[in-house]
């Protein structure tokens, strides 16, 4: 599915902390401050301001604020004696929301240079530091932090306040090594959502002598940063459908693309003739015309998916292409549903209420999406409002994070939960919502093998199932 269009905007700014020793260790690119200047020079980066070794954590701290305040556009903070590669640092830079993040392996082997993090559901909601201590950890933050523009000034509020309490000696032997990691602490407790962008294969450490740098560049080579783009471009929790008879070979049409130079959109507009060509073969209403109907159906769910891998893996993005793509999808569904009902018609000769059926499910979608919206602009709102309102939700002085942030969670939503970590039942979990890949396979192997009146009995049973699952979750989440 596609979200882009045009390449994002170069207006991040970047923070380089070229506060420590070893951001003068040398490389074959010169120092490792001069490797990671040279790297952001490739990444969508406006500017470059090198904070010099100085007075101090706090006065280290001060300079970030003043930048941020200054910034009309995400600030990416970073140490300068960092090891990365480009493409970890893209997982921040290139991202379509260029929102507040923070780059994390999931791995429990804490380290000074590697303080821990609790992620859930792809956001950070506990960070540590020497003086912080998170219980629950599963997870290591690798030195890399983005404010999105909306967060800029709790950014620049957290490093003050932060920079006092250093300066005052509350926060204890910190020192100018962690300003990152303090600051990741300080938007986490001050209730800011900042998502966790997992480096997977990738590798992103912090140097502290010239044996460490050297081992960390000849790591860096280990890794087919290209080979890693595209397994990233796929998504890695789709649906069983799109997983496995989609996503499996359609990988393979990504780099051609590429070369072919098709945008997104292209493609996305490719699917709606392979989408009109189906309902066009469904409504002969013969047996060798519903098969190749479902046969183009399932193609065009194969494009479908490759926009989104094709945006992802070129990094083309705009709320544009987002918008393009899910009206794309509604009506590629709801021209097939005509498509069928008229087939069904010119099959038998007796319409026997196809097109009652037909307008049903059609509701019943729309229904489905409009819970789906609504309630994904409901949680936004109230984001919103409540990062403008609400105070800090843990003190920055607490040494001991204390567990996990919220109300505990209730039995619905233990259980959904549990489900997640087996593959088995997430798959099951995401099959019972009904996703658009199980929905097109239901109406292609429906089509092909029966009639459109079995299609649409199938589509309003399983999708009522799906409504009533949906609506469940919905509002366990709400009185969380």
Same mark, same amino acid.
């Given at each position: @599915?596609?979200?882009s ?26 120092t ?5 200047? %040279? ?8 500017d ?12 280290? &701290? ?7 305040? &200054? ?10 004696? =960092? ?19 923070? =780059? ?7 380290? /000074?240079?590697?303080? /821990? ?39 620049? %509020? ?13 926060l204890?032997? $910190? ?13 986490v407790?001050?209730? $800011? ?7 997977? /294969? ?14 960390a ?35 393979? &049409? ?7 130079? =098709? ?15 189906s ?5 002969e209403?013969?047996? =060798? ?20 891998? #094709? ?28 498509? #069928? ?20 499910? @059609?509701? &019943? ?6 819970? %789906? ?27 001991? %994070? ?5 109300? /505990? ?9 549990? @489900? ?10 995401k099959?019972? $919502? ?16 029966f ?30």
């Open positions: @599915m596609t979200d269009l045009t390449r994002v905007s170069t207006t991040t700014s970047a923070v380089l902390l070229a506060t420590t020793a070893a951001a003068r260790l040398t490389c074959a690119d010169g490792l401050l001069d490797r990671i200047n %040279d790297q952001l020079a490739t990444l969508p980066v406006r470059v301001q090198v904070v010099p070794p100085g007075a101090g954590l706090g006065a280290d &701290l001060r300079s970030v604020a003043k930048i941020a305040r &200054l910034s009309s556009g995400p600030v990416v903070v970073l140490p300068a004696d =960092l090891v990365a590669h480009t493409e970890a640092l893209a997982l921040l830079l290139e991202h379509p929301a260029r929102d507040t993040g923070a =780059l994390v392996c999931f791995d429990v082997m804490a380290a /000074p240079l590697r303080p /821990p993090v609790q992620v859930e559901r792809g956001r950070i909601v506990a960070a540590g530091s020497s003086f912080h201590e998170v219980p629950d950890a599963n997870a290591t933050f690798r030195g890399v932090l983005q404010a999105g523009e909306a967060d800029l000034g709790t950014l620049a %509020d957290i490093a003050e306040e932060l920079a006092e309490l250093a300066d005052t000696g509350k204890g032997p $910190v020192s100018p090594v962690e300003a990152v990691d303090l600051l990741l602490v300080g938007l407790r001050s209730g $800011v959502r900042v998502r966790a962008a997992t480096l997977g /294969p990738l590798h992103c450490d912090r140097i502290t002598s010239q044996h460490s740098a050297d081992a560049v000849t790591r860096l080579a280990e890794v087919d940063e290209t080979r890693v783009r595209l397994d990233t471009s796929v998504k890695s929790e789709d649906g069983f459908f799109a997983t496995y008879f989609v996503s499996s070979w359609s990988r393979y &049409l990504i780099r051609p693309a590429a070369r072919l130079k =098709l945008t997104p959109n292209a493609v996305t507009g490719i699917s709606i003739g392979m989408a009109v060509l309902a066009i073969w469904f409504s209403g013969t047996r =060798l015309s519903q098969i190749a109907g479902g046969l183009l159906l399932y193609l065009s769910f194969v494009l479908d998916c490759l926009d989104g891998q #094709l945006a992802r893996y070129t990094r083309t993005f705009s709320p544009l292409g987002a918008w393009v793509d899910g009206m794309a999808d509604r009506f590629k569904e709801f021209v097939v549903y005509v498509g #069928l009902a008229f087939g069904y018609t010119a099959g038998l000769g007796n319409p026997d209420g196809i097109w009652y059926l037909a307008a049903a499910a @059609m509701i &019943l979608q729309v229904v489905r999406h409009s819970v %789906d919206f609504s309630y994904s602009g409901a949680v936004a709102d109230s984001g919103r409002i409540g990062a403008a309102w609400a105070k800090p939700r843990r003190s920055l002085l607490e040494s001991a %994070d204390g567990g996990r942030y919220g109300v /505990p969670r209730q039995g619905m939503l233990r259980l959904a939960q549990r @489900m997640e970590r087996e593959s088995v039942t997430r798959y099951l979990k099959m019972i $919502v009904l996703p658009i890949g199980e929905r097109w396979a239901l109406i292609a192997i429906t089509a092909a093998v009639n459109a009146r079995v299609t649409f009995l199938s589509l309003l049973a399983w999708g009522g199932v799906a409504a009533l699952y949906q609506l469940a979750g919905r509002i366990a989440r709400s009185s969380r």
